[in-house]
């Protein structure tokens, strides 16, 4: 059974704290992506890595930062965590070899609330 | 860029057929997916349909596409209460590996 798993299902931070949410996946995918969701804009990509120690910005990365250290975890870092970036952070992973059942597979999602 | 549009909201009553509707700008898109997120989850792929196909049907699931107007829909036949979620179109080109979502339909249904 496919599993993605991100570190805390719910996290509360002050404003200017650095924040890290930690993305594991065990499909030996190379893709693996962040994305925030907020209500009325559906999913927007923040970061994605198609492999090992690469990163590729997004649509909205400004105030985030990633690592792929290791093919099976991708970190999302924020740097100095702002009210702005409240929200729901949902992270994913896919595998390159192109079919259509080749999907984005989610973990549950980490609520964020910066104070 | 790339553009996938869905109405926000939609209520329907227990063992009546939804019909959620998607709209959509790529026309390179080769496979368009629907998507359930049920409350504090993340999303799990529901159905695909490649884009040569006008139609793909599983189980309760109906999927239509009109490739034309760049239109997808999903209907849910007898719908459930367990049916309550948000429900999510994306499409993928065939040349990137990133997906397109759209903001999501909050499905409501009512006893």
Same mark, same amino acid.
């Given at each position: 059974?496919? #599993?993605? $798993?991100?570190?805390?299902?719910? +996290?509360?931070?002050?404003?200017?704290? #650095?924040?890290?949410?930690?993305?594991?996946?065990?499909?030996?995918?190379?893709?693996?992506?962040?994305? &925030?969701?907020?209500?009325?804009? =559906?999913? &927007?990509?923040?970061?994605?890595?198609?492999?090992? #120690?690469?990163?590729?910005?997004?649509?909205?990365?400004?105030?985030?930062?990633?690592?792929?250290?290791? #093919?099976?975890?991708?970190?999302?870092? +924020?740097?100095?965590?702002? $009210?702005?970036? $409240?929200?729901?952070? *949902?992270?994913?992973?896919?595998?390159?070899?192109? =079919?259509?059942?080749?999907?984005?597979?989610? =973990?549950? =999602? $980490?609520? *964020?609330?910066?104070? | 860029?790339?553009?996938?549009?869905?109405?926000?909201?939609?209520?329907?009553?227990?063992?009546?057929?939804?019909?959620?509707?998607?709209?959509?700008?790529?026309?390179?898109?080769?496979?368009?997916?629907?998507?359930?997120?049920?409350?504090?989850?993340?999303?799990?792929?529901? /159905?695909?349909?490649?884009?040569?196909?006008?139609?793909?049907?599983?189980?309760?699931?109906?999927?239509?596409?009109?490739?034309?107007?760049?239109?997808?829909?999903?209907?849910?036949?007898? /719908?459930?209460?367990?049916?309550?979620?948000?429900?999510?179109?994306?499409?993928?080109?065939?040349?990137?590996?990133?997906?397109?979502?759209?903001?999501? /339909?909050?499905?409501?249904?009512?006893?």
């Amino acid at each position: 059974d496919v #599993k993605v $798993t991100q570190s805390s299902r719910y +996290l509360v931070k002050r404003t200017g704290e #650095k924040v890290f949410l930690e993305c594991v996946q065990d499909m030996d995918h190379e893709n693996m992506f962040w994305y &925030r969701q907020d209500p009325g804009l =559906g999913l &927007r990509l923040i970061y994605f890595s198609y492999d090992v #120690k690469m990163k590729e910005k997004g649509d909205i990365p400004e105030g985030y930062s990633v690592s792929r250290e290791k #093919k099976e975890r991708f970190s999302l870092i +924020l740097e100095s965590a702002s $009210t702005n970036q $409240t929200s729901m952070y *949902l992270c994913a992973s896919s595998s390159p070899r192109g =079919g259509a059942e080749e999907t984005q597979y989610f =973990g549950p =999602g $980490t609520r *964020l609330l910066v104070l | 860029g790339e553009d996938v549009e869905q109405s926000l909201f939609l209520s329907v009553r227990e063992g009546d057929s939804s019909v959620i509707n998607c709209t959509y700008t790529d026309s390179s898109s080769t496979y368009l997916y629907w998507y359930k997120q049920e409350p504090g989850a993340g999303l799990q792929l529901l /159905t695909y349909i490649f884009s040569n196909m006008d139609m793909k049907q599983d189980q309760r699931l109906t999927v239509l596409l009109n490739k034309k107007d760049k239109h997808l829909s999903l209907r849910i036949a007898d /719908t459930q209460t367990g049916d309550s979620a948000i429900y999510f179109c994306a499409d993928r080109d065939n040349y990137g590996q990133n997906f397109v979502f759209g903001p999501g /339909t909050r499905l409501s249904v009512l006893p």
